[in-house]
């Protein structure tokens, strides 16, 4: 089983930057895809990002593309979300999660973690 824990999250103000991280247990961690969900007040869970195994492949929402950058590092089992050009409406509770295959599809990932908030406010 994978266990994945985020961390990074805080209150930032609009324009600013952040980077998540999402810190992995597991030997088979290099066989998964990575994503990233979020969730924002009374919303449902929406697509952010996802990174293929190897890291050749990524795919971006359409509301963070060419601010956010997803990225990972096999050997230390973590995947990163980096956010530039912060905006309110990416205020959520931001969550990582691993796939047996490349999907930005919530029901095909297997394992979660359990969040960290991000909030952006003037």
């Known amino acids: 089983q994978v266990r994945l824990v985020e961390s990074g999250g805080g209150l930032v103000q609009p324009g600013a930057s952040l980077k998540l991280s999402c810190a992995a247990s597991?030997?088979?961690?290099?066989?998964?895809?990575m994503g990233w969900f979020r969730q924002a007040p009374g919303k449902d869970r929406t697509f952010v990002a996802v990174?293929?195994?190897?890291?050749?492949?990524?795919k971006y929402a359409d509301s963070v593309k060419g601010r956010f950058t997803i990225s990972r590092d096999n050997a230390k089992n973590t995947v990163y979300l980096e956010m530039n050009s912060l905006k309110s409406d990416d205020t959520a509770v931001y969550y990582c999660?691993?796939?047996?295959?490349?999907?930005?599809?919530?029901?095909?990932?297997?394992?979660w973690g359990q969040g960290t908030q991000v909030t952006v406010a003037s």
């Open positions: 999660a691993a796939s047996e295959r490349y999907s930005y599809q919530s029901e095909t990932y297997n394992y």
């Open positions: 597991g030997r088979t961690f290099s066989s998964y895809a």
């Open positions: 990174i293929s195994r190897g890291s050749w492949t990524t």
